[in-house]
C-alpha cells in the first residue's frame, strides 16, 4: 500500500555531512507526520528527529543543533540533513511514516528499509 525508500547513508569523517532522504508512494491520503529513527549495534531504536503534516518538530537532544529534518510535500519525501557528524552518530536510520491511507480513515506506520551511516574518528 505504502513504499518508503530510502537513500543517502554511507561513510563519513567525523565533522563531515550527510543527507538522508526518504520518499513515500502509494495509497496515501495524508501524512500525519515523518521521523528519522536509528539504531546503535547492541542498543534500542532511537528517535532523532520528527516532523508533524502541520509543521512541528522535535529533535533529540543528542542531535540538536547538527541535524535538520525538513520536508517536500509534493514527493511525499522526507530529508534528514547532518553536519557535524560524530563517531555515535553511526548506526543504521530508518525513516517512519504515519500516514492516512486514501482506501480508509485509519492511521498507518510504515518504515523504510534503513540506511548505513558510519561515522570515523
Same mark, same amino acid.
Given at each position: ?7 543517502? !547513508?554511507?561513510?563519513? *569523517? #567525523?565533522? $563531515?555531512?550527510? &543527507?538522508?532522504?526518504? +520518499? @513515500?508512494?502509494?495509497?496515501?491520503? %495524508? /501524512?500525519?507526520?515523518? !521521523?528519522?529513527?536509528? *539504531? #546503535?549495534? $547492541?542498543?534500542? &531504536?532511537?528517535?532523532? +528527529? @520528527?516532523?508533524?503534516?502541520?509543521? %512541528? /518538530? ?12 525538513? &520536508? ?50
Amino acid at each position: 500500500q505504502v513504499q518508503l525508500v530510502e537513500s543517502g !547513508g554511507g561513510l563519513v *569523517q #567525523a565533522g $563531515g555531512s550527510l &543527507r538522508l532522504s526518504c +520518499a @513515500a508512494s502509494g495509497s496515501i491520503f %495524508s /501524512i500525519v507526520r515523518m !521521523g528519522w529513527y536509528r *539504531q #546503535a549495534p $547492541g542498543k534500542q &531504536r532511537e528517535l532523532v +528527529a @520528527a516532523i508533524t503534516g502541520g509543521g %512541528s /518538530i522535535n529533535y533529540a537532544d543528542s542531535v540538536k543543533g547538527r541535524f535538520t529534518i525538513f &520536508r517536500d510535500n509534493a514527493k511525499n519525501t522526507v530529508f534528514l540533513q547532518m553536519n557535524s557528524l560524530k563517531p555515535e552518530d553511526t548506526g543504521v536510520y530508518y525513516c517512519n511514516f504515519l500516514v492516512v491511507l486514501i482506501t480508509t480513515s485509519l492511521q498507518y506506520t510504515y518504515w523504510g528499509q534503513g540506511t548505513q551511516v558510519t561515522v570515523s574518528s
